[in-house]
């Protein structure tokens, strides 16, 4: 690596430990490797009955923080803030438009830069693709933004730190594949700098055909099982390259070999004796769900800091009893204690953006949590399944690596989008060529089998009807025969078993009545109607200080009602002068807000709403003239066995006589909405059936400064077609309800499911 001296120790590993004492400070690559030299360590010195000792190892990231934090204890840096990982992602994500995914590209390609120590100016604007213009732009922006703040993220760090000046003797790099240019200069002011390797004597290795990646898997787990049983008490090792992608399948898997009593309940084991160096989003587990669906159900509208925000939501979640009462496993406990934390992160992002709606710092949260890889603690488990990088360093008894097939292992390149790829590869940069990638994978296939006395090196022959060789880093080594164990054709019957889904439970009377709710439910989500309409499953809805949206609607809606019963037309509306106009919204108010107790939030409501009523009929003078002929209209409608009872929030009519149905709206309505053979929104179209003498309709949009009246009269086809159209789709729902239809399919899960409610029932997350 890099050119430095290699002392190699092969003899034994305790004599390799006992080297370890000879350096001032080891440097490795992971936090996990400088752990497990600690321990070794530790355990040499035990055995030698040497009760004090002194040793400095320590991961590399853990030690440029070291630095750090010795400059800012000088005071050289004090003014200087650190970005975390979360800050610099939201000081991105303001430049790169609030896209994530591309705020995260942007953030890769800033650190390589820095990695490197090539200023981003030095790339010549006018020769690159469009895409690496934008980079550059924001890099301008980005760099303007840190020195006016004065931030600094991880990655540009590097370029400010000193070495400690006290002159080390001699530094040992333990298990480092490559080290980035910024690094190297950092450790230049030494030059007692070697690499140490342990390299096992004699190791015996296979190469070993799979059938494909699943049976893989399966011998792994059945290979570590049965070393276990001959109690050896050495590390076992499983190296598994794209075992992030894979984590669920490793787990099943493993745990079904290795513990099958977990095929017996849905129990967590706390004692497992394999620990998968990956894990699952934190979003992903179930009690962090009910977390979110608790939060997501509240609405506020004012602005906070992220720090009032992140206190707030923890007495939310106190006080609505989250996690509940019973006793937490294990893992469940862990999993809390991590959301915990991710809220007291939280706190950090005061210092990087303005005070933020409570929706978006709900949305910053999920954001986090579903990009942080939870891991339960079972680090010192015998069995460590890892990932290619992970086991950098680490010395095993006995080591399968996999996923070594011809296409895999080395990987195809995959330069970054943002920079030039003429200077990727000429700087050697991760992914950037195919000789790049040979050369690290060769080199990392080589310390594979220097890091165990026996090491397993698979390939799965098949993968999707394709046929893999084994890659020509390993084919060389003997073929290793193993037999096809009795468990594996086990767990190939289970690729025979069917699921089935009946999902249909119909009614046993001739007729079911409800309301327009339990159409729009079956429409957009079959099992949403099956659970509240059938089931009768309500969601509570968290206590809050003021009105709910509901309420507040409603209020909206009686305001109207009384206005339009007492006023009738647009005529009329026309007659009024202004204190007239003024006394005339004042009592529509306060004939709205009669249903409610006086209170400080009453008092607020009553401007809000008054200031709205008075604004949306400015709009509606503009309209040309009308009657309202009914207000809150009560209809009832018959599709096939459903009796439905609805109300029509308004209904007008024009000059010329044309009869209008209107609908009250907050939000936005598309007409896609109506069109679709499972329509976003049934009432105008069930009105329309229910109220044939009508047109047309409309939406009126009374929403504080997005005020809209929108009036349909024509869609792809004639209105009276388009009710006959209307009229097949909604029987069609209705008949589905009455079947007992209740699939869990969310026309629109995004969308649909935001604001249901029912997640936890319907498990749409485990899907
Ligand atoms: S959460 Fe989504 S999938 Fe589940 S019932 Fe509600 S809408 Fe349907």
């Known amino acids: 690596v890099c050119g430095y001296k290699i002392k190699v120790i092969s003899d034994s590993y305790e004599n390799f430990v006992t080297e370890l004492g000879s350096a001032d400070l080891i440097l490795t690559p992971t936090r996990r490797l400088a752990t497990r030299l600690n321990q070794d360590y530790a355990s040499l010195q035990a055995k030698n009955n040497n009760p004090v000792w002194q040793i400095d190892i320590i991961s590399l990231n853990g030690w440029l923080e070291r630095l750090w934090n010795d400059r800012q204890d000088d005071g050289q840096q004090k003014s200087i803030l650190r970005l975390n990982a979360w800050q610099n992602l939201i000081v991105w994500q303001a430049i790169t438009d609030n896209n994530e995914q591309l705020a995260r590209l942007a953030i890769d390609a800033w650190s390589i830069l820095k990695e490197w120590n090539i200023p981003w100016q030095s790339i010549d604007s006018n020769n690159v693709s469009s895409d690496i213009q934008v980079f550059l732009t924001w890099c301008q922006q980005y760099q303007a933004l840190c ?162 925000w992140s206190e707030f939501i923890k007495n939310l979640l106190h006080t609505s009893g989250w996690p509940g009462e019973r006793v937490l496993n294990s893992l469940e406990y862990q999993v809390v204690k991590r959301f915990y934390e991710l809220l007291t992160d939280y706190v950090t992002l005061d210092c990087v953006q303005k005070p933020i709606s409570y929706a978006t710092a709900v949305s910053q949260l999920y954001q986090q949590a579903s990009t942080t890889v939870f891991q339960g603690e079972s ?112 767990f190939d019957l289970n690729l025979s078993l069917e699921t089935w889904q009946d999902a249909n439970v119909p009614f046993k009377k001739d007729k079911v009545s409800g309301g327009v709710g339990l159409l729009q439910s079956q429409s957009v989500c079959p099992f949403q109607a099956f659970a509240r309409y059938r089931l009768k499953v309500e969601v509570s809805e968290l206590s809050q200080s003021g009105l709910t949206f509901a309420e507040r609607g409603e209020l909206t809606h009686a305001a109207l009602e009384y206005f339009w019963k007492t006023i009738e037309s647009s005529t009329a509306l026309h007659a009024l002068n202004n204190d007239e106009l003024n006394v005339m919204i004042n009592t529509s108010v306060d004939h709205a807000l009669t249903q409610f107790t006086p209170s400080k939030h009453l008092e607020l409501e009553k401007i809000r709403l008054h200031k709205l009523v008075s604004d949306w009929l400015q709009l509606e003078k503009a309209r040309s003239e009308f009657k309202v002929i009914h207000t809150e209209k009560s209809i009832d409608i018959e599709l096939s066995h459903l009796k439905l009872r609805t109300r029509i929030d308004r209904i007008d009519q024009l000059s010329s006589g044309e009869v209008i149905l209107i609908d009250y709206k907050t939000g936005q309505v598309f007409q896609n909405d109506w069109l679709d053979v499972r329509p976003r929104q049934v009432q105008l179209p069930l009105y329309a059936i229910g109220f044939p003498i009508a047109s047309s309709v409309a939406i009126a949009k009374v929403k504080a400064n997005d005020l809209q009246f929108q009036h349909y009269t024509e869609f792809d086809l004639p209105f009276d077609e388009m009710k006959a159209h209307w009229q097949n789709v909604l029987t069609e729902l209705a008949d589905e309800f009455f079947a007992g239809t209740a699939q869990v399919a969310p026309i629109d899960d995004e969308q649909t499911c935001r604001y249901c409610g029912l997640e936890l029932l319907c498990r749409i997350r485990s899907a």
């Open 147 to 308: 020195a006016k703040e004065n931030f600094c993220d991880s990655a540009s760090m590097l370029s400010l730190l000193s070495p400690s000046s006290k002159e080390l003797n001699k530094i040992y790099l333990i298990g480092f594949t490559d080290i980035k240019p910024a690094v190297l200069k950092l450790l230049d002011f030494n030059t007692h700098i070697e690499i140490l390797e342990y390299r096992v004597p004699d190791a015996m290795i296979n190469h070993a055909p799979q059938v494909d990646a699943k049976s893989e898997l399966v011998q792994a787990a059945l290979w570590a099982k049965a070393l276990l049983n001959q109690e050896l008490i050495a590390p076992i090792g499983i190296i598994i390259p794209d075992l992030a992608k894979r984590f669920n399948e490793v787990e099943n898997i493993f745990s079904r070999t290795i513990m099958p009593q977990t095929l017996l309940a849905n129990h967590y084991f706390d004692q497992k004796p394999y620990n998968i160096s990956s894990g699952n989003k934190l979003s992903d587990f179930h009690i962090i769900a009910a977390a979110f669906n608790l939060l997501k159900n509240s609405l506020l509208r004012e602005h906070k800091a992220p720090s009032e």
């Open 379 to 490: 680090e010192h488990a015998p069995i460590q399944i890892l990932g290619a990088l992970e086991g950098e360093g680490l010395y095993f008894q006995n080591l399968w690596v996999m996923g070594l097939d011809n296409e895999s292992w080395p990987p195809a390149c995959a330069p970054h989008p943002f920079l030039p790829i003429d200077m990727q590869r000429q700087y050697h940069m991760p992914h950037a060529s195919q000789e790049r990638e040979y050369i690290f994978t060769s080199h990392l296939t080589r310390r594979f089998t220097e890091q165990a006395h026996h090491v397993i090196l698979s390939y799965p022959a098949m993968i999707d009807d394709k046929t893999l060789q084994p890659s020509h880093l390993i084919r060389d080594y003997p073929i290793l025969k193993q037999d096809t164990p009795a468990e594996l054709e086990i």
